[in-house]
């Protein structure tokens, strides 16, 4: 345990961790408390990184492989920090027949990732989701959960340059 | 314990109630093909290769896992299980990338002997070809994700019988891969004991034992190390 504290360093002086802290303790370190665990630490990280999985494990006494495992089996926990600013396209039954996937293969060309990465200057992430509720804008998108339509494939690449041109304070 | 009868393949059997239907078939020589299944292991229903028709039972059940009781009627070939069998191990043929020809396992793999025995002589899906990534990390071991079939003997024995609990297994579906720790390379894991016991039971040559000519001349000394080590720490306990 020793060892593991000097490569812990700078996670431990991270402030956020106390939250996650708290969270373990309230739960008493048991471990078939994990995912709860895991949500506290994904809401305080943002995202889950290996040292804060090594963490987590190691408290709740816990295989790092099984942490892993659950970490990577839930959609919901991102092992990667989100973008500065989201994207994300609905591809529900009506935004798709409308055109959904047509309007993510132009923002995916534009932005040269897939849906569900982030460029790797950290600037945008692309996600889709299955219907956000909004079918009479189909096709939709939300631009820092901000929602948008019904768009072409131009008009989504417009925002999309929009937002990566303006710096993120004034946008 | 209570004895119970059952009905294998139109022949009577008496066997304990808390028998699987694996084990009742298996001890009368009944052959029923499994994959994931291993003696000692806890069984987990995962490979289907299993599958037994049960009447009264809309849907075949998993004889490795589903508990005999009185009067069941079982039947464990027919044409369907036979062809849903074919189906299964074609399916894992074609998802990652078996090459018998250049396996380490050649005439040693039960996935091999089990394609054999169910006559597969081709494949009717398209093989997948993903190119997945090989671990050669360890000193001694070896682990080639393109013939890993996520039978989870590995995952299991590490945890359960050396209580190490290295392996595990990451994503879900057709992205699932075994990893250790962290999904660290193998060789930094800091959790496995280099038992080699992930790689006696894998059933294909996913986990191989390295270096199966020139490199097995190679001595094994790390134990020394490994003695003094505790000795020191044994020594410093003491001298608190």
């Known amino acids: ?171 | 314990m209570p004895a119970i009868t059952l009905t294998i393949n139109n022949e009577l059997f008496s066997a304990r109630k808390e028998q699987t239907i694996l084990e009742i078939a298996r001890e009368h020589g009944v052959d029923i093909p499994t994959l994931c299944h291993f003696e000692g292991l806890e069984a987990m229903g995962g490979c289907r290769l299993c599958l037994v028709e049960l009447q009264g039972s809309p849907r075949p059940v998993p004889a490795c896992i589903t508990k005999a009781a009185e009067g069941m009627v079982v039947t464990t070939h027919s044409d369907k299980l036979i062809e849903y069998r074919k189906m299964l191990v074609e399916l894992l043929l074609a998802e990652r990338t078996h090459t018998c020809s250049i396996c380490v396992q050649n005439n040693n793999c039960e996935l091999q002997a089990l394609a054999a025995k169910l006559g597969i002589d081709h494949v009717r899906f398209d093989y997948l070809h993903q190119q997945l990534p090989m671990d050669a990390s360890r000193e001694r071991f070896a682990l080639d994700h393109n013939r890993c079939v996520l039978c989870l003997r590995c995952v299991r024995v590490c945890d359960a019988v050396e209580g190490a609990h290295t392996w595990d297994v990451r994503g879900r579906g057709s992205t699932s891969r075994v990893v250790a720790d962290l999904d660290r390379p193998w060789g930094s894991s800091t959790s496995c004991t280099d038992c080699g016991k992930c790689v006696q039971l894998c059933p294909t040559g996913a986990l191989y034992k390295k270096g199966a000519t020139v490199g097995e001349m190679k001595k094994e000394r790390s134990f020394l190390n490994r003695i003094l080590e505790r000795r020191r720490l044994a020594a410093q306990g003491r001298s608190l």
Do not use: W
């Open chain 1, 1 to 171: 345990m020793s060892g593991d504290c000097c490569k812990h360093t700078e996670l431990a002086d991270d402030p956020r961790l106390k939250l996650v802290e708290r969270a373990m303790k309230r739960l008493q370190y048991q471990p078939d408390a994990l995912i709860e665990v895991l949500h506290t630490a994904q809401e305080a990280f943002g995202y889950l990184s290996r040292e804060l999985l090594g963490h987590v494990a190691a408290q709740l006494k816990l295989p790092e492989s099984q942490v892993f495992g659950v970490a990577t089996f839930y959609h919901f926990f991102t092992l990667r920090p989100k973008g500065e600013h989201s994207c994300i396209v609905c591809t529900g039954t009506a935004c798709y027949v409308k055109g959904a996937g047509e309007i993510l293969g132009r923002l995916e060309q534009a932005a040269g990732i897939k849906a569900g990465q982030t460029t790797a200057d950290g600037k945008l992430s692309l996600g889709t989701a299955r219907c956000l509720g909004n079918c009479s804008l189909a096709p939709m998108l939300t631009v820092d959960d901000v929602v948008y339509g019904p768009e072409t494939p131009d008009s989504a690449v417009e925002k999309l340059h929009g937002l990566l041109e303006v710096p993120h304070e004034q946008g």
